[in-house]
């Protein structure tokens, strides 16, 4: 059992080179899956590296470090089309969490119901990957391959989000569904981003979790609502079929699967809504 | 780097350093090595919030933080957010009754300090927001948010009521100040020096044969184990059960595991070795045998047969038999029908089963959370092959029971390694071993059938409930004779016939859960009742009040309701309410269209306090010494609903002191008396009972011994005690005593045992002596695109004959009500799938809306100073309300609980279809 807390990147990338590790960042993902009072096995925690915290706005690109935590988020003054992800961090767990558990860590822990996923999915994600070696970049899409599965390879270090600012326009909204106020596992969540044009849609990006094995953007429909006049009419193409399309959600204790795509057009209509200025 | 390291931090204001892995949860650390045991466990994955602590002013779960990371930064627990005297939201919390068990108010107190570091005046949305994060299982959270909303303010002067007037008032907990102060000792806080740590291996099959391998060779390649024990070093009857008839569950598995989570070996070993234990490799060969979780599958001819003795997997059928029902519901004028499922319900207190046990001399002490100290010692003792007297119970304060604890959980395994290796042994259950290994709230399969005359009125019904009783008996023969009393609601019902059965299955083990099968009979009859009262074309409160007992009816046991019926009361008081809320309702449904629909519901409750048709005594005993201390052996075990408080207002009274002249001490079994077992509702009538007529054998001895009149003015100074009788006044000094082997000079001790008598083979008898009432009613709205439920308002009235303290009646009233949305709304255990506080939801502070509370008074002839009990009726009424009123608000009933959104949503469907 090895457990380093380096205060430079180098450091920790080095260590990454070296072997196998297990990355700590919050610690609410990890510690719930173990019943000891110590976490086991070799361990890289990320807590005290220079530079990784913090919300940067450049000139491309809107940087999140990987060691931001949700209330860092919620605290930011950002544009509009972040409403969508400061939501997700009031609806993270609890204020507890949203305390030390961090934006880059929803996203490694892969859950089908991080609530982080379909909010950073609508601003057109990428992750930064760093190792010893080199500085990779891939679409959050791309990030994550299924259920607790990401394409992050063991040597490297997620080390932020970045966000282009195309995609950074326009307004955004978050809905989640839970069988209980707060700290609750979603039994569905969408955000939807609307830019809007002389009354019509210029931009939608539009995405749904807890439905599927990885959240999904919802390509189809986003195409179909570009163009449309904004107004109550256009809760009429935000259906369950179409929705059906692009996920395949499961059946469990939480909701049956028609249940789940029925929902997620819902709070479709409702975010999409909201997200035009409509609601 | 490997191993420990040096962390350094300031806690609560002091520089502290200590070595510690690095990645240690800081919750483990203050507790286990610094020994600050106010930061409360329960769960050890975020979901509780019981560990909250401060890093740097801002709230986090220490459970789920590394030391490492606390290094160079400021921690602060409960125990530093007070300097020797209480801050102002402490006091706020004693004012308020905030705190019931106390297990959850540390981690609500720090989550509240920090929202009034930037918030000194918050709103109710403000602190529930702060709070989400802490569940609470006792209080229903309303109290709490009124605390931290009001906490801005000095505090007044706290009431201090004089003799004879402790009755009815609002006095703080007396044992209030240790739970907001963090020094309140529950199972998992205190344990000797040296003790050793037990873990159990449990079965994670339903249904499995075992044999053990090679245990000496795994034992041998661990050092720092000290010791593995199995069935075989049990050395009395491995058999225990709260209904010793019925004792049928090993506390080690012998050969069979019956269901998941039974305990198979203990493990015991020194705290460091134990701390990284790994047991995935214990040599246990499995043989996976067939298993059988719902009742209609075990009652199947080729079922697997879970007790020998038992055929069919039938423990007991329980019957009350009235009339001619067949003949009246065939010949009535309106008949209702239909069933009713619900599924395992947890209890879900926040603290885990925990405690210590040590030898003293030739006596095994075993020091740990329990509502039954004297069932605990029995069993155990049995268990152990010891006499009952070598077995001396310590109960800790208790972080919630509700019922589960009743049963002995690691009382005999701890005990087991103490009596076998000689040196202390300690454990704390897992969230996800407290969650499958202990009892739950019995799932219930209902079908009935109710009919009224043209005039609306009662006059048939049939019942019918399997409840899933699991492996082992427990609770269940209880379950099935409670169930037939008590569903047909409080109302007069003349032709009944009621059976429930207890069914085993290799689910989870079925036993006492707030009301005993009552809650889940009650929803099936309060569903029908809102037919009956469509079919009768009447309101349905009007319904239900024109069926209601009244003084002198007749109940569906033959039993006659002398006085004290005030179920009546109850309804009357909510018709005002009712009226508002039902316009309330419709004016907003018209205003409103589409998404969201509101509706109002009503449902009552009846309960009978205490054993069903057994004997069921306590004995209160209390004395003066000659030092002027009076001591009051409470023995009524307090889990958090007062007993502490209550039996000492009732003792105070009857005796005629203030309340600040007691001194208590608890229900140590070598010290205090048998006050029998926290359930049932039962302390605070029986227990009660029981103090008053101590109180007044006290009082009578020293108004004997100063020759004075009944009417005499008693007052205690120092070693003084002064007898006024008129215009006399005598000063006895009690220094001059020579005081008895208990150091009393004055003493009594009294036992009070319910007049009931036992049931019939038709279930005809007087099986309580007392019964409380209560009725609520709920205004809700419901989305209905999603089939969420937001619940606005519940008004609940329930008589509790003699109201004792006001402030604890109202905070039983609102975490029964919590437990009843929990019912209702979100919880289900399902083994295997939900042994943890994020699958398994019970309400969050944002899921309890206002309650206004309405307290009832008609005496009960019976009760001290009048009073009933209250514990589990408060629970009863809720769900089916719910229930109701989603029906009104949407026309969906909703049959299969609980109502998730999901099956709201389909029965939204399902009811449009039909019209």
Redesign the interface.
């Known amino acids: 059992m090895e457990y380093g807390r380096p205060t430079e990147l180098d450091e920790a990338l080095a260590l990454l080179a070296g072997g196998r590790r297990t990355i700590l960042a919050g610690g609410t993902d990890l510690y719930p899956a173990i019943a000891a009072a110590a976490l086991p096995g070799d361990i890289l925690d990320i807590g005290a590296i220079a530079g990784l915290r913090g919300i940067v706005e450049g000139a491309e690109a809107w940087r999140i470090g990987a060691g931001t935590t949700w209330t860092d988020l919620a605290r930011a003054t950002l544009p509009a089309a972040f409403n969508a992800l400061k939501q997700a961090a009031l609806e993270i767990g609890s204020v507890q969490i949203q305390n030390t558990a961090t934006i880059v860590g929803n996203l490694c822990n892969a859950s089908p119901a991080a609530d982080g996923v379909p909010a950073l999915l609508i601003l057109d994600a990428q992750l930064e990957l760093q190792s010893a070696e080199k500085t990779r970049h891939l679409p959050l899409k791309d990030f994550i391959l299924g259920v607790r599965k990401t394409a992050r390879r063991s040597n490297e270090l997620v080390t932020a989000i970045v966000l282009p600012k195309r995609a950074v326009s326009g307004r955004s909204d978050f809905q989640k569904l839970g069988a209980r106020r707060y700290l609750v596992i979603s039994i569905a969540m969408v955000a939807a981003r609307i830019a809007v044009e002389d009354d019509r849609i210029s931009e939608a990006a539009l995405a749904i979790g807890s439905c599927s094995a990885v959240a999904q953007r919802l390509s189809s429909l986003e195409s179909d609502l570009v163009g449309r006049r904004i107004g109550p009419a256009l809760a009429e193409h935000i259906c369950a079929a179409a929705v059906a399309t692009h996920v395949a959600p499961i059946a469990d204790i939480r909701g049956s699967a028609e249940y789940r795509t029925h929902a997620a057009a819902e709070l479709l209509r409702r975010a999409v809504a909201n997200a035009a200025g409509t609601a | 780097?490997?191993g420990k390291?040096d962390v350094r931090l300031d806690l609560n204001g002091h520089r502290t350093a200590v070595r510690a892995?690095?990645?240690?949860?800081l919750s483990?650390l203050l507790r286990?090595e610094l020994r600050l045991t106010g930061t409360k466990v329960g769960c050890?994955?975020?979901?509780c919030?019981a560990c909250?602590v401060l890093?740097d002013g801002?709230?986090?779960?220490a459970?789920?933080?590394?030391v490492?990371?606390v290094t160079g930064r400021s921690v602060t627990t409960v125990e530093g957010l007070s300097d020797g005297s209480l801050s102002r939201l402490q006091h706020a919390f004693l004012r308020h009754g905030a705190a019931q068990c106390g297990i959850c108010t540390p981690g609500m107190l720090v989550?509240a300090a920090a929202l009034l570091e930037t918030t000194p005046r918050p709103t109710m949305a403000e602190a529930a927001?702060?709070l989400?994060?802490?569940?609470c299982r006792c209080t229903g959270y309303r109290k709490i948010l009124s605390a931290v909303c009001d906490s801005w303010r000095d505090p007044p002067p706290a009431a201090q009521p004089q003799a004879g007037c402790a009755i009815g008032t609002r006095l703080e907990r007396l044992d209030g100040v240790p739970k907001v102060n963090g020094t309140d000792i529950f199972g998992a806080d205190a344990w000797p020096e040296n003790s050793l740590v037990v873990h159990a291996i449990r079965s994670r099959y339903h249904h499995a044969a075992f044999e053990l391998g090679d245990i000496a060779a795994w034992h041998g390649a661990r050092p720092g184990i000290v010791a593995i024990f199995s069935a075989a070093d049990i050395p009395g009857r491995n058999r225990f059960g709260v209904i010793p008839p019925f004792a049928d569950q090993p506390a080690l598995a012998e050969s069979v595991a019956r269901f998941r989570g039974e305990a198979i070996v203990l493990i015991a070993g020194e705290p460091d070795a134990m701390?990284?234990l790994d047991t995935t490799d214990f040599p246990i060969d499995w043989t996976v045998l067939p298993h059988t979780l719902e009742p209609q599958a075990a009652l199947a001819a080729e079922a697997p047969r879970l007790h020998d003795d038992r055929p069919g997997n039938i423990l007991i059928e329980g019957a009350v038999r009235r009339g001619d029902t067949q003949a009246a519901l065939a010949s009535s004028a309106h008949v209702a029908q239909g069933a009713v499922e619900t599924p395992y319900g947890e209890h879900a207190y926040i603290e885990p089963e925990a405690g210590a046990a040590w030898l003293e001399d030739d006596t095994l002490v075993i020091q740990a959370c329990t509502q039954a100290p004297y069932m605990d010692r029995d069993d155990t003792a049995a268990l152990l092959d010891l006499p009952p007297d070598r077995v001396r119970i310590i109960p800790t304060a208790t972080g919630g029971g509700f019922g589960s604890k009743l049963d002995i959980s690691l009382q005999p395994l701890i005990g087991l390694v103490a009596l076998k290796t000689g040196r202390p042994a300690r454990m704390v259950y897992?969230r996800?071993d407290s969650m499958a290994a202990t009892t739950k709230r019995h799932p219930a399969h209902m079908r009935a059938r109710i009919a009224t005359d043209d005039q609306g009125r009662i006059t048939a019904m049939h019942f019918t409930g399997d409840f899933n009783t699991g492996p082992y008996a427990s609770w269940g023969p209880t379950v099935a004779n409670r169930v037939p009393v008590h569903a047909s609601g409080p109302y007069c019902t003349p032709n009944y016939h009621a059976t429930a059965r207890a069914i085993h299955t290799n689910g989870a083990i079925s036993g006492a859960f707030r009301g005993f099968g009552v809650p889940q009979a009650t929803i099936l009859q309060e569903l029908l009742y809102d037919d009956l009262a469509l079919a009768n074309g009447l309101d349905r409160l009007e319904f239900r009040r024109r069926n209601a007992y009244r003084d002198g009816d007749v109940t569906v046991t033959g039993q006659t309701l002398r006085a004290g019926v005030g179920i009546g009361k109850c309804l009357d008081a909510l018709a005002p309410h009712w009226t508002r809320a039902l316009g309330d309702a419709e004016a907003a449904n018209h205003r409103a269209g589409g998404e969201h629909r509101r509706g109002v519901g009503i449902a009552s409750c009846w309960y009978g306090c205490g054993n069903t048709a057994l004997p069921n005594p306590s004995t209160i005993k209390l004395g003066l010494t000659n030092a002027g201390d009076l001591i009051l052996h409470q023995g009524a075990t307090d889990i958090g609903q007062g007993s502490n408080t209550v039996i000492t207002q009732i003792c105070a009274d009857a005796l005629g002191l203030p309340i600040s002249s007691f001194q208590l001490l608890g229900g140590d079994t070598a010290m205090t008396p048998d006050a029998g077992k926290t359930s049932a509702s039962r302390q605070t009538y029986v227990s009660g009972k029981a103090a008053e007529l101590a109180g007044r054998a006290l009082r009578a001895a020293i108004l004997r011994h100063a020759n004075v009149t009944e009417a005499a003015v008693l007052a205690l100074h120092g070693a003084v005690l002064t007898v006024a009788d008129g215009g006399a006044a005598r000063a006895i000094d009690l220094v001059s005593f020579e005081p008895d082997a208990d150091g009393f000079v004055f003493r009594a001790e009294e036992s009070y045992d319910p007049p009931t008598t036992p049931l019939d083979a038709n279930g005809q008898g007087d099986p309580y002596a007392v019964y409380g009432y209560g009725a609520q009613m709920v205004e809700l709205a419901v989305d209905v695109?999603?089939?969420?439920v937001k619940l606005l308002k519940i008004t609940a009235a329930h008589d509790l004959g003699r109201v004792i303290n006001p402030t604890l009646a109202e905070g039983q009233i609102e975490g029964g009500i919590a437990q009843g949305i929990g019912l209702a709304?979100?919880e289900?255990y399902?083994p295997g799938?939900?042994e943890n506080l994020?699958?398994y939801?019970i309400?969050?502070?944002?899921?309890v809306p206002e309650i206004e509370t309405i307290l009832i008074e008609e005496p009960d002839p019976e009760g001290p100073f009048g009073a009933k009990g209250l514990g589990e009726h408060a629970l009863i009424p809720t769900a089916p309300a719910i229930l109701n009123a989603i029906k009104d608000a949407t026309n969906a009933r909703i049959t299969t609980l609980p109502a998730?959104?999901?099956r709201v949503?389909?029965a939204i469907v399902a009811a449009r279809s039909k019209t």
């Open positions: 780097m490997t390291i892995l690095p990645t240690r949860r483990d286990n050890d994955a975020g979901d919030g909250t890093l801002a709230p986090v779960c459970c789920l933080v590394p490492a990371q989550a927001q702060a989400g994060g802490v569940l701390a990284t897992s996800t695109a999603l089939g969420t709304l979100m289900e399902i799938r939900t994020h699958d939801l309400p969050t502070i944002g899921d998730l959104p999901h949503r389909d």
